[in-house]
């Protein structure tokens, strides 16, 4: 039978025992606990570093991070997130209590004892997070560090002092602006005493220099998107320096975005070649500067080749658009006849010809559609000269046409009331396998196929 004193001394043996496992925590039971820090990546606005030469600070401004350069400017999105998941998931490798923190574990050893780098991370209703870098550990992939006010040392990996402890400009966007096409509402392209200005009307794009004119939406994409999505190769100045090395005093070219709400362009400029990157490059990069991103970068040769973009190359290469239902008459002439359509009274969709033979919509709509998407081979401008070597001037009778009519009922105001054309198209004198087509009275001549004409006999 164990005697008073006998179970005296299991009881304070027990409660040692206790007490060694919560004051001196095994290193297996603290890595059981959890994570370095506890955030929530989304609730995160701020992130101090300080890598023991300079202060970094990046900051969350509704839904972009900038950071704390002379001017700010913007953090990569990819790599903010990136860090947040980083120290979000941080685990300890292992833990030394207090009670290790002697000799050659001593915290002066460790680089903890007046640490020159840490990482402060703010959360929006917590405390900061203070967590002080030291000296490598074991091997090249770990760190000792140490939470503020924490006695206990930690054995880290060095996986986050690798992002955070970097130059400033590793932080940076490397993007040139976080438009996208969908944002803008103009485009103006200017290269010399040329300009090239398109206009987004509705959901569509028009040309309205140097002509007035359709744009391709693929045309466009191709040409446009790159200026979104091709990184940068390198930045090398504010823009608040001399401009003159980089040739942005008098830039080759400039590209101007608006967007949508917006009053202010975003304009990037076109400077010299940057002969000190991939010299013996054929199609060397080049200077670029930013007035969204206060900076001269260097950027890819196709990033600059974008510049040198034309007219002729965003055309859209349709012959015309027309929405039928507008439409009330067609007249359509060819060898020197002339037949009419019109709409089927009744409530009919159908349409019908002057001999009654009935064309069912369906039908019509195919045949315009058929006409409608001839591609145009080049546009010429409508001098006095091509039009009537053409043979769309005056003087000319035309070798085919078609006009579209709307009509207008008395119910209009009288000066409105009755036929108007709202589209006519007229095709000139064959040359060779070519045609020249003109709209109405259009600037422009527009070469098509011959055999366009012969479509119009086909499917009328």
Not at 270 to 292: D, F, K, T
Request: glycine content about 4%.
């Amino acid at each position: 039978m164990m005697t008073r004193r006998g179970t005296i001394i299991l009881f304070l043996l027990a409660l040692a025992t206790i007490s060694w496992f919560f004051l001196y925590d095994l290193p297996e039971q603290r890595l059981a606990d959890g994570f370095v820090f506890h955030i929530n990546p989304d609730k995160v606005t701020l992130i101090v570093i300080n890598d023991g030469n300079d202060v970094h600070t990046l900051q969350r401004k509704e839904d972009a991070w900038y950071i704390s350069t002379l001017p700010p400017d913007r953090v990569s999105d990819k790599k903010i997130g990136h860090l947040l998941n980083i120290a979000k998931e941080l685990k300890p490798l292992n833990i030394l209590n207090a009670k290790e923190l002697t000799h050659q574990l001593s915290l002066s050893s460790l680089g903890l004892q007046n640490p020159k780098r840490s990482i402060r991370i703010h959360e929006e209703g917590a405390k900061d997070q203070i967590l002080y870098i030291g000296n490598e550990a074991v091997g090249e992939k770990s760190l000792f560090a140490q939470l503020e006010k924490q006695k206990n040392v930690m054995i880290i990996p060095s996986e986050i002092a690798a992002i955070v402890f970097t130059n400033d400009d590793d932080f940076r966007d490397p993007y040139l602006t976080t438009l996208k096409l969908d944002d803008l509402m103009e485009i103006t392209l200017t290269r010399g005493l040329s300009k090239l200005s398109l206009k987004k009307e509705n959901t569509k794009w028009q040309m309205t220099q140097p002509v007035s004119g359709s744009i391709s939406p693929e045309a466009l994409q191709t040409w446009i998107a790159p200026l979104f999505t091709t990184e940068v190769l390198k930045r090398v100045s504010n823009d608040g320096t001399n401009l003159c090395p980089y040739g942005l005093d008098q830039p080759r070219a400039t590209i101007s975005l608006l967007a949508e709400d917006s009053l202010n362009p975003i304009t990037l400029s076109l400077g010299n070649v940057a002969e000190e990157i991939n010299a013996n490059s054929s199609a060397p990069p080049a200077y670029l500067g930013s007035s969204a991103r206060h900076g001269i970068f260097i950027v890819p040769a196709s990033l600059s080749e974008l510049f040198m973009i034309t007219p002729e190359a965003l055309r859209d290469r349709q012959l015309f658009e027309l929405n039928l239902d507008m439409v009330d008459r067609i007249e359509i002439t060819t060898s020197g006849k002339t037949i009419c359509l019109h709409r089927e009274s009744g409530g009919s969709e159908n349409w019908i010809s002057e001999n009654q033979r009935v064309i069912p919509v369906a039908n019509l709509q195919q045949a315009i559609e058929t006409l409608e998407k001839t591609k145009v081979l080049s546009y010429q401008v409508a001098t006095p000269s091509k039009t009537a070597a053409a043979g769309l001037d005056e003087s000319s009778k035309p070798t085919a046409s078609i006009r579209f009519i709307a009509h207008l009922s008395e119910n209009t105001p009288d000066d409105e009331a009755g036929d108007h054309t709202i589209m006519e198209v007229c095709f000139g004198k064959k040359t060779g396998e070519t045609i020249f087509a003109r709209i109405a009275q259009d600037p422009e001549l527009l070469e098509v196929p011959a055999d366009t004409v012969n479509l119009l006999k086909i499917v009328f």
